[in-house]
């Protein structure tokens, strides 16, 4: 079946570090990808996607590139803030279904 | 537009009574999605359902759970006969129908969340 596994946390970094959070997973068809933010208290908020290899997604200065050969969709930003301190959730979607499988979650605490 | 509601926030029940989560959609939305997020996990797919209709349950516990998406009004997550192990947080999630790209360009694909019940068993 679908999986999707990524890197324990927390990670930890200090403002204006570079972050990487890396994410694999496992699917039977031509998944979508996905980078989901889950901020304390609330409920997710899609951050980014990428529907197709090679596709790059961003936003708000997250990036990921879907990696086809190596199943993959790291999460990037080069220059954290501390309002960037959340818990991210990496997902797919596989083809002809419409549930999310998600990761196991990685929080990320920025210090100032 | 008002998102996902999801109520009530939280939610303490004891063991062997029934817990009615309710899920309003965001307006437009047709389709709704359960997930269950169990402590230190990440969420888990529990069913899809659209207006009447129950389109995949594969995610659901075969006993004691149950959910509808009534014509007028919110969608609910019955659980009945709560045990400690149903102790979550259950998130709602919902999506345009599929002839509408959803308005900010980014296809059918995006469920937008709801802030979940936290449910406490004792």
């Known amino acids: 079946g679908d999986s999707v596994t990524q890197m324990e946390g927390p990670v930890t970094l200090s403002e204006e570090a570079f972050l990487t959070i890396n994410c694999t997973y496992t699917a039977t068809g031509y998944p979508s990808l996905f980078w989901y933010v889950q901020y304390p208290g609330e409920g997710l908020q899609l951050l980014l996607k990428?529907?197709?290899?090679?596709d790059k997604g961003s936003n708000k200065g997250f990036e990921a590139t879907y990696r086809k050969e190596t199943t993959s969709f790291h999460l990037e930003k080069g220059s954290v803030q501390v309002s960037d301190s959340a818990v991210y959730f990496c997902?797919?979607?596989?083809?002809?279904?419409?549930?999310?499988?998600f990761g196991s979650g990685t929080r990320l605490q920025v210090q100032p | 537009n008002a998102g996902v509601m999801q109520n009530p926030r939280h939610l303490v029940r004891r063991r062997g009574q029934e817990a009615r989560l309710r899920c309003s959609p965001m307006?437009?939305?047709?389709?709704v999605y359960w997930y269950r997020q169990l402590p230190e996990e990440g969420l888990k797919f529990m069913v899809y359902?659209?207006?009447?209709?129950?389109?995949?349950e594969s995610g659901m516990p075969k006993e004691r759970f149950s959910a509808e998406f009534p014509k007028e009004g919110p969608s609910i997550l019955r659980i009945q006969q709560v045990v400690r192990g149903d102790s979550a947080a259950y998130f709602c999630a919902s999506s345009p129908p599929n002839s509408v790209s959803g308005g900010s360009g980014r296809g059918i694909n995006e469920q937008f969340f709801g802030p979940g019940t936290r449910l406490t068993v004792l």
């Open positions: 990428a529907t197709k290899a090679d």
């Open positions: 997902a797919l979607m596989d083809t002809g279904r419409r549930a999310l499988t």
């Open positions: 307006k437009g939305h047709s389709h």
């Open positions: 359902l659209q207006k009447e209709n129950i389109i995949d």
